[in-house]
């Protein structure tokens, strides 16, 4: 069977999956798919473009809300789900961070939320500005989430917010940025 590019990101996304960012390398890529690793650099250009269409893939997994949803209900379930399908993966937020800095407009949900937010009332002037907020408000809660997860694993005596608050605390910022758009 001949090696695709869909094949490679399937596997780069099991591997980050099982071991986490630091782990996933062209070469231990390249060795769970049994080739050498110059046949990755056949399919993409970099490990960068690899890590960009992992992330799409991961929250390609994303529902869309129903259409007939109001957009604030709507935005509101939108980012609830990315959060929960970004932070089911060792370093997710890492890797959509990346990819939604390389190519934002790569990144589907993203794109959603967006228009969902001209819907909810944003200024077009303001739209990119507002979706770099709320984006970064998604990410940066699974990043102190999964930071916390790391030190928790490394030393048993760390203390830190258990997963609870912080979703406690992404949602009362998720309030203040729907109130704030609101107005």
Known sequence: MALSREQIVVTALDLLRRYGLADLSMRRLARELDVQPGALYWHLASKQELLV??????????PLPAPDLPPAEALTALLRSVRATVAAVPDGSEVVSMAYAAAPSSVVP?????????????????????????????LGSVAL?????????ADPAHVGPAPKDRIASFEAGLGVILRGIAK
């Open 53 to 62: 269409e992992v992330a799409d893939t991961l929250v390609s997994q994303v």
């Open 110 to 138: 993203i794109r959603e939320v967006t228009r969902l937010l001209g819907l909810a009332g944003v200024a077009t002037e303001s739209l990119s500005a507002v979706t770099d907020l709320v984006v970064a408000h998604v």
């Open 145 to 153: 989430e999964q930071t916390d997860e790391q030190l928790r694993a």
